[in-house]
């Protein structure tokens, strides 16, 4: 029996959390990676750049649950910060770019030269390396790096500092040096390059919208609709279910914080609502 992969989505907001305090560092992170075991949609990060922990999930209240089961499930009491939006970056043209990697590194010359294409893909295409070289060109051992070296500053983001999604990197040309060309060279080179073509590029940024199923009795759509299209949401169907209306909206993430206090005002408490990622959309 075959059974199809399961397809988790991307998480699409993010907080910073650290123990209260000091002593509890190592049984917060041993919690984390139990929770993260356990739902494939919620990661676990270390920032290197601030040292904090991120965690990452499908909405506001999955974390709020998450963050709960860490004080009463595993005794672990955290700090933790306010949602941001896991943000994406992409690109809206075609650009190359042509890097010469020079650098002596402990006593040792480390060199690569590539020259790299980026051009975007549909959206939900994900990204994509491909090597139009020859091996007399490159050698396909080095060839690697500069996948490696694509793939580390697609990760790491170019102009903002979020993951880059959609885009195809091409290796175009290049050359090979016997005796100073390296593995650190060619992933260095590579990384370079692919920022500087992207730069060039005209990036720009994504953000999550997601799809909401509002339902709440009818005496109380009007406000309702009227607060999602203040959001800049986009109704998609309203449809009648006995003595309540069910409401279908596509809607920023960024403008959903805070919803489950708003909705229960407007409805006198008698309203409810679900939420999942739908795509990325350029951020208005």
Request: glycine letters at 10%; proline letters at 4%; hydrophobic letters at 40%.
């Given at each position: 029996?075959?059974?199809?992969?399961?397809?988790?989505?991307?998480?699409?907001?993010?907080?910073?959390?650290?123990?209260?305090?000091?002593?509890?560092?190592d049984r917060l992170?041993?919690?984390?990676?139990?929770?993260?075991?356990?739902?494939?949609?919620?990661?676990?990060?270390?920032?290197?750049?601030?040292?904090?922990?991120?965690?990452?999930?499908?909405?506001?209240?999955?974390?709020?649950?998450?963050?709960?089961?860490?004080?009463?499930?595993?005794?672990?009491?955290?700090?933790?910060?306010?949602?941001?939006?896991?943000?994406?970056?992409?690109?809206?043209?075609?650009?190359?770019?042509?890097?010469?990697?020079?650098?002596?590194?402990?006593?040792?010359?480390?060199?690569?030269?590539?020259?790299?294409?980026?051009?975007?893909?549909?959206?939900?295409?994900?990204?994509?390396?491909?090597?139009?070289?020859?091996?007399?060109?490159?050698?396909?051992?080095?060839?690697?790096?500069?996948?490696?070296?694509?793939?580390?500053?697609?990760?790491?983001?170019?102009?903002?500092?979020?993951?880059?999604?959609?885009?195809?990197?091409?290796?175009?040309?290049?050359?090979?040096?016997?005796?100073?060309?390296?593995?650190?060279?060619?992933?260095?080179?590579?990384?370079?390059?692919?920022?500087?073509?992207?730069?060039?590029?005209?990036?720009?940024l994504l953000e999550?919208?997601?799809?909401?199923?509002?339902?709440?009795?009818?005496?109380?759509?009007?406000?309702?609709?009227?607060?999602?299209?203040?959001?800049?949401?986009?109704?998609?169907?309203?449809?009648?279910?006995?003595?309540?209306?069910?409401?279908?909206?596509?809607?920023?993430?960024?403008?959903?914080?805070?919803?489950?206090?708003?909705?229960?005002?407007?409805s006198q408490g008698?309203?409810?609502?679900?939420?999942?990622?739908?795509?990325?959309?350029?951020?208005?």
């Open positions: 029996i075959l059974l199809e992969d399961l397809i988790f989505p991307d998480p699409v907001i993010s907080k910073a959390i650290e123990p209260k305090n000091s002593g509890g560092q992170e041993n919690a984390l990676g139990r929770l993260a075991r356990e739902d494939p949609t919620f990661q676990v990060k270390n920032n290197e750049e601030t040292g904090q922990i991120i965690i990452s999930g499908m909405g506001e209240l999955h974390l709020e649950v998450l963050t709960a089961r860490l004080l009463k499930e595993f005794n672990v009491e955290a700090n933790v910060g306010k949602p941001q939006v896991a943000y994406r970056e992409t690109i809206t043209s075609e650009a190359r770019s042509e890097i010469k990697f020079q650098r002596q590194i402990a006593g040792k010359d480390h060199a690569g030269h590539v020259v790299l294409a980026v051009k975007p893909l549909e959206r939900g295409k994900g990204n994509r390396f491909e090597n139009r070289v020859s091996e007399g060109v490159i050698p396909a051992e080095f060839v690697k790096y500069v996948e490696k070296g694509v793939f580390f500053a697609m990760d790491r983001g170019v102009t903002a500092g979020y993951p880059v999604i959609d885009v195809a990197a091409v290796l175009e040309g290049g050359s090979f040096n016997s005796s100073s060309s390296s593995d650190i060279g060619f992933t260095s080179a590579a990384s370079h390059a692919f920022d500087e073509a992207c730069s060039k590029a005209r990036g720009i999550p919208h997601m799809f909401v199923e509002v339902t709440s009795p009818e005496d109380f759509v009007g406000d309702i609709i009227g607060d999602l299209n203040s959001r800049g949401g986009h109704i998609n169907n309203i449809q009648s279910r006995k003595a309540v209306q069910k409401i279908d909206v596509i809607i920023p993430l960024s403008k959903m914080f805070g919803y489950t206090t708003d909705l229960r005002s407007m008698r309203g409810s609502f679900t939420m999942e990622f739908y795509h990325f959309a350029p951020k208005s």
